[in-house]
């Protein structure tokens, strides 16, 4: 299974509700879940604050919150980030 995918959201309409519904589902179809990646939901947590404390550069650019997910040779790689810099980061063997 080879796929990859990033979601860039604005930091004033994502919640961390909807991220953890978003990665959930991606785990069930990899055949995980997320007791495979405890640390996520607190960075998807960290990653939604960052954008609506005004961590962000210039008051022109846009704060996101950005999850990435790429699956290749037998793993599935997930990418949490915020404002563009990396928050969290896994590894994980998927069948």
Request: some cysteine; charged content about 15%.
């Amino acid at each position: 299974m080879n796929f990859y995918f990033k979601l860039e959201f604005s930091s004033q309409g994502v919640s961390a509700e909807l991220l953890n519904e978003l990665v959930s589902q991606v785990l069930r179809h990899v055949g995980s879940s997320l007791d495979a990646v405890p640390d996520v939901m607190p960075a998807l947590h960290k990653a939604v604050a960052s954008g609506t404390t005004g961590i962000a550069g210039p008051a022109d650019q846009s704060r996101r919150c950005d999850v990435q997910f790429r699956a290749h040779g037998g793993h599935l790689d997930i990418l949490v980030s915020s404002n563009g810099g990396r928050l969290w980061q896994t590894s994980l063997p998927i069948a």
